[in-house]
C-alpha cells in the first residue's frame, strides 16, 4: 500500500482526495470504494473469518485426535473464542440484512397497520441493542479473567456481543430514520424477505 514517501493528490478531474500514491488517476475511486464495502461488510468479514477458523480448528483436532492420537490442547479453546465472535457477528449480520425468523402470523392480518409494527419494533431495537451494547462494555470493563491456554483476557471475547449489538443499534437507528425520509426502501427490506421466503417454499415444494 504504501510505496515509500510518494504521494500527492488525486489527478482525476475533480477530485481533491490524497493518495498514498499517484501512479493511477483512478487509484481514488478504488480506495474508497474498498473503504466503503469495509465499512458496509466488516461484520460479514470478522464472522466469516471466525468461522472458517473454527471450522478449521475442529477439523485439524479431529485429525490429530483420531489419527496421531495427540489433539491440540488449544483447539477447544480457540473454537470457543472463534464461536463467541462468530455467533454474535453472525447476529449482527442477519439484522442488518433482515434475515432473521420471525413469528408474522399476527402482523400480516393487521393491513395497513404492518408498517407501522414495523417500524414500532425497529424503534424498541434502539434501546434493546443499546442497553444490551452497554451490558456488554460492562462485562469488558469487569472481568478480570483469562483463558486457561492463550491467556487471553475475557475483554478480548466479550468484544463480540459488545460490538455485534453495536451494530444492530446502528442499524436501529438508520432503518427508524429511512422509515420516514424512505418509506419505500424501508418497507422494500420486508417485502424482499416475505419474497424470498415464498420462493424457498415453493423451491422446497417442488
Known amino acids: 500500500?504504501?510505496?515509500?514517501?510518494?504521494?500527492?493528490?488525486?489527478?482525476k478531474a475533480g477530485c481533491g482526495h490524497f493518495?498514498?500514491?499517484?501512479?493511477?488517476?483512478?487509484?481514488?475511486?478504488?480506495?474508497?470504494?474498498?473503504?466503503?464495502?469495509?465499512?458496509?461488510?466488516?461484520?460479514d468479514i470478522i464472522a466469516a473469518t471466525a468461522l472458517t477458523t473454527m471450522t478449521f480448528a475442529a477439523?485439524?483436532?479431529?485429525?490429530?485426535r483420531y489419527v496421531f492420537k495427540h489433539p491440540f490442547t488449544w483447539a477447544e479453546e480457540l473454537?470457543?473464542?472463534?464461536?463467541?465472535?462468530?455467533?454474535?457477528?453472525?447476529?449482527?449480520?442477519?439484522?442488518?440484512?433482515?434475515?432473521?425468523?420471525?413469528?408474522?402470523?399476527?402482523?400480516?392480518?393487521?393491513?395497513?397497520?404492518?408498517?407501522?409494527?414495523?417500524r414500532l419494533v425497529t424503534f424498541v431495537g434502539i434501546f434493546l441493542f443499546a442497553y444490551l451494547c452497554f451490558l456488554s462494555v460492562q462485562f469488558m470493563m469487569t472481568t478480570s479473567k483469562h483463558t486457561i491456554f492463550f491467556r487471553l483476557h475475557y475483554a478480548y471475547i466479550f468484544l463480540a456481543?459488545?460490538?455485534?449489538?453495536?451494530?444492530?443499534?446502528?442499524?436501529?437507528?438508520?432503518?427508524?430514520?429511512?422509515?420516514?425520509?424512505h418509506p419505500d426502501r424501508y418497507n422494500q427490506r420486508y417485502l424482499k424477505s416475505y419474497d424470498d421466503e415464498d420462493a424457498?417454499?415453493?423451491e422446497g415444494q417442488q
Not at 22 to 31: A, E, H, R, Y
Not at 80 to 105: M, R
Open 79 to 118: 473454537q470457543c473464542i472463534c464461536l463467541t465472535w462468530a455467533a454474535f457477528l453472525s447476529a449482527a449480520v442477519g439484522y442488518k440484512e433482515n434475515l432473521h425468523f420471525g413469528l408474522d402470523f399476527i402482523v400480516d392480518r393487521l393491513g395497513k397497520l404492518k408498517p407501522l409494527v414495523h
Open 19 to 43: 493518495l498514498i500514491w499517484k501512479n493511477d488517476p483512478g487509484n481514488c475511486t478504488i480506495m474508497k470504494k474498498k473503504v466503503i464495502f469495509l465499512l458496509k461488510h466488516w461484520e
Open 59 to 64: 477439523v485439524m483436532n479431529v485429525i490429530t
Open 200 to 202: 424457498g417454499e415453493k
Open 1 to 11: 500500500l504504501f510505496r515509500g514517501n510518494r504521494g500527492g493528490p488525486c489527478r
Open 161 to 181: 456481543p459488545a460490538l455485534g449489538f453495536f451494530s444492530m443499534t446502528l442499524y436501529s437507528v438508520i432503518y427508524f430514520i429511512e422509515s420516514f425520509v
